[in-house]
């Protein structure tokens, strides 16, 4: 089993470009999630899933959209860059939405200049 | 509002060494508090999960205790080796709710030969 896998692991935008970033799990998880994490913070929820066809806001949605067409892939879209998303994304998914762990993919870098 | 302190925010010990990292927390009503270990360049790995009824848990050298009253928790690590040279991060659970996740900023451990 692969896991939870993120393409891409990095990438360069200039302001106002659009792009997609994706992730997939073949845990068959119902729960998929994605994070930001910047610099001396925690991991701030951007986006979560709890299921095929469902998505809802977390705690820094603005600027971000998602989708969630197929079980095991959590598209997470920026559709005009700003530097302020600069960060590292992480994807998570879980079994189940309260003591089940969350399995974390390995983390996209992107950098909006 | 819903926090998680940990302390410190960087450590560096010799290898073989032990060492405790601090957890302190206002998140209410408590669900649940884990550790995560975050190697550089990659996602946050589970280490450790307890609920409000446990105590105290371990996995392999990681020792984590959780005081529900104080609302504190710590991570020892006995016997510390090179591989432990990574991001360790509190983690909290405030109620049911798949949302409700608390990141702490993490310490940063380094162990030297």
């Known amino acids: 089993n692969a896991g939870v896998t993120q393409t891409p692991k990095f990438r360069v935008l200039k302001t106002g470009q659009s792009m997609t970033l994706l992730c997939a799990q073949d845990?068959?998880?119902?729960?998929m999630y994605w994070y930001r994490q910047d610099p001396g913070m925690g991991l701030r929820l951007i986006h979560y899933s709890v299921g095929e066809g469902t998505t809802a806001k977390g705690e820094v949605p603005d600027g971000y959209n998602v989708s969630r067409l197929k079980k095991q892939n959590f598209l997470l879209g920026l559709e005009s860059a700003a530097p302020s998303q600069t960060s590292v994304y992480f994807c998570a998914s879980s079994y189940d939405g309260v003591l089940d762990e969350q399995f974390f993919g390995p983390g996209t870098r992107l950098t909006v200049l | 509002k819903n926090q998680v302190e940990q302390n410190p925010q960087s450590l560096i010990i010799l290898e073989g060494k032990n060492c405790t990292l601090q957890c302190n927390y206002t998140v209410s009503p408590f669900s649940n508090l884990r550790w995560y270990k975050q190697d550089t360049g990659r996602g946050p790995v589970s280490l450790t999960i307890m609920t409000f009824s446990e105590n105290t848990k371990s996995n392999g050298r990681y020792t984590a205790t959780l005081d529900a009253d104080t609302k504190q928790s710590s991570l020892h690590i006995t016997a510390s080796q090179l591989s432990d040279s990574a991001s360790y991060i509190c983690?909290?659970?405030?109620?049911?709710?798949?949302?409700?996740?608390?990141f702490g900023s993490g310490t940063r451990l380094q162990v030297q030969p």
């Open positions: 983690v909290v659970s405030g109620n049911t709710g798949r949302r409700a996740l608390t």
């Open positions: 845990m068959n998880h119902e729960y």
